[in-house]
């Protein structure tokens, strides 16, 4: 019998409360289906065998141990304020008679039908979206797949096993809490205000301060190198100073409101101002998650849809042509013009027949198929070194280097040949024996000459505004590239590629580009059958002339295109669910606030309309009340993505990016969208506000 009452109990209870536990369990039921999707995929041996499958499935892992980091947050903090708003029922059962046990066994019982519904509903949901979950992703990666739905019972248990874990915790704490009051404290706990912090104008100004330096090494980034060190510490001083703002900056604000007798002394303006100075604390707790979350949405969802929709223009500047071959000379015997023309001589015959005999033929006979022509060639040389800023140059020794790897002003050297840069950019420059062109990507170069501290001065004729390989070269590279164009490449820069530091680490590289389109080159089998051509025709003249190259890279603009799309639709799909989790976390704490703060509400707007206050008066205050703080999370959002802007570019410079203004429309659009999103869900949330206000004093 009293099983069955505790059952009862505890059904009717969430029946009573289903305005606070229905979304409670639809947001408990989404994370659960989210995280089975994204297990789903990540173990799915369909992605598996697709080239690059690899990728995608990597960022669904990643994926996986952020949904289940912010489940646990989430779901603690939403079930804190569902206890805390049925504290009083419990505090009335404790004093007609139930003692803590009694309770504990309601709680039980009510963790049981919560836990029950969140997770069966998440895992059937899983099960019956996950195909369409993978068609969809497929379609974003441009693949072709099969309509069979498959059951991973694997993720189904790892899904099971994790979410009983929270729910266990989660009832743990409940218990907990409520053993720790006595009954007049659980009878209260929901009347019980809040003094508002003390020294709010000092803390505020803190979190101005922390704010504004955080914002400061945001937009001061000017490599992908200082990105990636900077990233997380900035991410933690704009929450951590987000908060602060928020909790002391409001009560601030509410302060010089009360201040302004022509604002505080109205109807619609009173009672809301009054109201909300006493529950700051939580109140701008609330703002500041919210304001966090729409950040963490409109970041997540601008750079992955800026890198989604950019694909094809980066994988275009990166690989401007079918083949792109990057040959490592060795020293400077391998640098001599004398010798890249004969590579160039070997690569440029039609149909790959090589002008070092025997070579194209032992590559025409390993190929077994027809070789296309070659067209469109391009080939240039350059000699590529990491430097360091020392006495006014640059030092490229590699025993320096190493130890400073981490130093963010280290830059990439390379230096051209004038006949090559002028061949490339369809120009008739002319250069002295000591005067360089000088081209740094998004900055000036600041002396009058350009030094080499082990060996090397040439004076800065020109600056140049453009460059025909630093577009893409300057986008992908963790450090900044300084392009320097010669005279003559080989007494420049070719003694440099003879000294070695600590384990024969050479200090320059040099460097025979070769790239060229074929008939058929978007096909990957036609592509991959000339890469093979290609590199046996490289192999065969390395072996002809005594080891002058060390090695080839070569790249098919199909494959990579395969490759990027991999990366960039994983990050994208990524993307779109965890900013599902995101947008619902944010809309239940913007309908937990509304709610808890309408119960709050209810007394004193009881009180306003026993002296006469109207309901059209009582919702002119709400409106003020919501309109007061309602822009707030959106506008500060807004401001955080404005100055992460430079420290985002620098990392989407390194996914391939190569596109600005595409990225900052993408943001725009992002902003827009979202932003009529958020207020229909704050206006939606308002009537449940005045639904429980207005109906005070009946």
């Given at each position: 019998m009293k099983l069955h009452l505790y059952r009862r109990l505890a059904a009717e209870g969430i029946r009573k409360n289903r305005r606070l536990y229905v979304p409670y369990m639809m947001a408990g039921s989404v994370m659960v289906m989210i995280h089975y999707l994204l297990h789903f995929l990540e173990s799915s041996p369909i992605i598996a065998e697709v080239r690059g499958g690899d990728f995608a499935q990597l960022f669904m892992g990643l994926g996986g141990i952020v949904i289940r980091f912010f489940a646990l947050l989430f779901l603690f903090y939403t079930n804190s304020f569902l206890i805390r708003q049925r504290s009083r029922e419990f505090g009335l059962y404790n004093v007609l008679g139930m003692d803590k046990r009694n309770l504990t066994r309601i709680m039980i019982w009510e963790s049981v039908f919560s836990t029950a519904i969140s997770i069966g509903s998440g895992l059937l949901f899983g099960v019956l979206f996950s195909k369409l979950?993978?068609?969809?992703?497929?379609?974003?990666?441009?693949?072709?797949?099969?309509?069979?739905?498959?059951?991973?019972?694997?993720?189904?248990a790892l899904t099971l096993r994790f979410f009983l874990e929270i729910y266990l915790f989660l009832l743990i704490c409940t218990i907990w809490r409520v053993w720790r009051l006595d009954p007049l404290e659980l009878l209260q706990s929901t009347q019980v205000g809040e003094k508002p912090p003390k020294a709010q104008r000092l803390t505020a100004l803190f979190g101005l301060l922390l704010l504004g330096s955080a914002y400061y090494l945001a937009v001061t980034i000017k490599e992908p190198l200082q990105a990636i060190l900077v990233f997380v510490a900035a991410v933690l001083m704009v929450i951590a100073a987000t908060y602060i703002l928020f909790i002391a900056g409001s009560v601030t604000f509410c302060r010089l409101l009360q201040k302004n007798k022509r604002y505080y002394y109205k109807p619609n303006h009173f009672v809301s101002v009054s109201s909300m100075v006493y529950r700051m604390k939580r109140n701008g707790a609330g703002l500041a998650s919210i304001c966090i979350l729409s950040t963490m949405i409109l970041v997540m969802l601008s750079c992955t849809v800026a890198l989604y929709v950019g694909d094809e223009t980066?994988?275009?500047?990166?690989?401007?042509?079918?083949?792109?071959?990057?040959?490592?000379?060795?020293?400077?015997?391998?640098?001599?013009r004398e010798f890249t023309d004969q590579l160039e001589d070997a690569m440029?015959?039609?149909?790959?027949?090589?002008?070092?005999?025997?070579?194209?033929?032992?590559?025409?006979?390993?190929?077994?198929?027809?070789?296309?022509?070659?067209?469109?060639?391009?080939?240039?040389?350059?000699?590529?070194?990491?430097?360091?800023?020392?006495?006014?140059?640059?030092?490229?020794?590699?025993?320096?280097?190493?130890?400073?790897?981490?130093?963010?002003?280290?830059?990439v050297i390379q230096f051209f040949s004038l006949e090559d840069f002028n061949e490339m950019m369809g120009t008739d420059a002319d250069l002295a024996d000591d005067e360089c062109l000088i081209y740094c990507y998004g900055e000036r170069y600041s002396r009058d000459t350009f030094a080499i501290t082990e060996g090397g001065s040439w004076r800065v004729k020109a600056q140049l505004d453009d460059f025909f390989e630093s577009g893409f070269r300057s986008e992908l590279s963790a450090m900044s590239l300084v392009d320097v164009v010669v005279k003559d490449l080989d007494a420049a820069a070719g003694a440099f590629c003879d000294q070695s530091g600590r384990n024969d680490q050479p200090w320059a590289y040099p460097e025979w580009i070769c790239e060229y389109d074929i008939?058929?080159?978007?096909?990957?089998?036609?592509?991959?059958?000339?890469?093979?051509?290609?590199?046996?025709?490289?192999?065969?003249?390395?072996?002809?002339?005594?080891?002058?190259?060390?090695?080839a890279d070569i790249?098919?603009?199909?494959?990579?295109?395969?490759?990027?799309?991999?990366?960039?639709?994983?990050?994208?799909?990524?993307?779109?669910?965890?900013?599902?989790?995101?947008?619902?976390?944010?809309?239940?704490?913007?309908?937990?606030?509304?709610?808890?703060?309408?119960?709050?509400?209810?007394?004193?707007?009881?009180?306003?309309?026993?002296?006469?206050?109207?309901?059209?008066?009582?919702?002119?205050?709400?409106?003020?009340?919501?309109?007061?703080?309602f822009f707030l999370p959106l506008v500060f959002a807004g401001i955080h993505l404005i100055f992460a802007f430079p420290l985002l570019w620098q990392l989407l410079r390194l996914f391939g990016s190569v596109d600005l203004p595409l990225f900052v429309r993408m943001a725009q659009l992002c902003f827009l969208l979202y932003g009529v999103c958020y207020a229909a869900v704050y206006k939606l949330t308002a009537g449940a506000y005045y639904g429980i206000v207005s109906g005070a004093k009946e």
């Amino acid at each position: 019998m009293k099983l069955h009452l505790y059952r009862r109990l505890a059904a009717e209870g969430i029946r009573k409360n289903r305005r606070l536990y229905v979304p409670y369990m639809m947001a408990g039921s989404v994370m659960v289906m989210i995280h089975y999707l994204l297990h789903f995929l990540e173990s799915s041996p369909i992605i598996a065998e697709v080239r690059g499958g690899d990728f995608a499935q990597l960022f669904m892992g990643l994926g996986g141990i952020v949904i289940r980091f912010f489940a646990l947050l989430f779901l603690f903090y939403t079930n804190s304020f569902l206890i805390r708003q049925r504290s009083r029922e419990f505090g009335l059962y404790n004093v007609l008679g139930m003692d803590k046990r009694n309770l504990t066994r309601i709680m039980i019982w009510e963790s049981v039908f919560s836990t029950a519904i969140s997770i069966g509903s998440g895992l059937l949901f899983g099960v019956l979206f996950s195909k369409l979950a993978e068609l969809g992703f497929f379609y974003i990666l441009e693949l072709d797949t099969g309509y069979a739905m498959t059951v991973s019972v694997r993720s189904l248990a790892l899904t099971l096993r994790f979410f009983l874990e929270i729910y266990l915790f989660l009832l743990i704490c409940t218990i907990w809490r409520v053993w720790r009051l006595d009954p007049l404290e659980l009878l209260q706990s929901t009347q019980v205000g809040e003094k508002p912090p003390k020294a709010q104008r000092l803390t505020a100004l803190f979190g101005l301060l922390l704010l504004g330096s955080a914002y400061y090494l945001a937009v001061t980034i000017k490599e992908p190198l200082q990105a990636i060190l900077v990233f997380v510490a900035a991410v933690l001083m704009v929450i951590a100073a987000t908060y602060i703002l928020f909790i002391a900056g409001s009560v601030t604000f509410c302060r010089l409101l009360q201040k302004n007798k022509r604002y505080y002394y109205k109807p619609n303006h009173f009672v809301s101002v009054s109201s909300m100075v006493y529950r700051m604390k939580r109140n701008g707790a609330g703002l500041a998650s919210i304001c966090i979350l729409s950040t963490m949405i409109l970041v997540m969802l601008s750079c992955t849809v800026a890198l989604y929709v950019g694909d094809e223009t980066s994988v275009q500047e990166r690989f401007p042509r079918h083949i792109n071959m990057d040959v490592e000379l060795n020293g400077s015997e391998g640098l001599r013009r004398e010798f890249t023309d004969q590579l160039e001589d070997a690569m440029t015959a039609n149909a790959g027949a090589a002008a070092l005999e025997g070579a194209s033929a032992n590559a025409e006979k390993g190929s077994g198929t027809a070789a296309p022509v070659r067209k469109n060639i391009r080939t240039y040389r350059k000699v590529e070194m990491y430097g360091l800023p020392l006495d006014g140059g640059y030092s490229i020794n590699m025993d320096r280097w190493v130890m400073g790897a981490a130093d963010p002003t280290g830059r990439v050297i390379q230096f051209f040949s004038l006949e090559d840069f002028n061949e490339m950019m369809g120009t008739d420059a002319d250069l002295a024996d000591d005067e360089c062109l000088i081209y740094c990507y998004g900055e000036r170069y600041s002396r009058d000459t350009f030094a080499i501290t082990e060996g090397g001065s040439w004076r800065v004729k020109a600056q140049l505004d453009d460059f025909f390989e630093s577009g893409f070269r300057s986008e992908l590279s963790a450090m900044s590239l300084v392009d320097v164009v010669v005279k003559d490449l080989d007494a420049a820069a070719g003694a440099f590629c003879d000294q070695s530091g600590r384990n024969d680490q050479p200090w320059a590289y040099p460097e025979w580009i070769c790239e060229y389109d074929i008939e058929g080159g978007d096909d990957e089998e036609t592509a991959r059958a000339e890469a093979s051509r290609a590199g046996d025709t490289i192999e065969q003249i390395r072996l002809a002339t005594g080891a002058k190259i060390r090695g080839a890279d070569i790249n098919m603009r199909v494959v990579e295109r395969r490759y990027s799309l991999m990366m960039d639709g994983g990050l994208l799909f990524l993307g779109l669910l965890l900013s599902i989790v995101f947008v619902i976390a944010s809309v239940l704490i913007i309908y937990y606030k509304q709610i808890s703060e309408g119960y709050e509400d209810q007394a004193r707007f009881g009180i306003m309309q026993s002296v006469g206050m109207t309901k059209r008066e009582i919702r002119r205050s709400i409106n003020s009340q919501i309109l007061t703080v309602f822009f707030l999370p959106l506008v500060f959002a807004g401001i955080h993505l404005i100055f992460a802007f430079p420290l985002l570019w620098q990392l989407l410079r390194l996914f391939g990016s190569v596109d600005l203004p595409l990225f900052v429309r993408m943001a725009q659009l992002c902003f827009l969208l979202y932003g009529v999103c958020y207020a229909a869900v704050y206006k939606l949330t308002a009537g449940a506000y005045y639904g429980i206000v207005s109906g005070a004093k009946e």
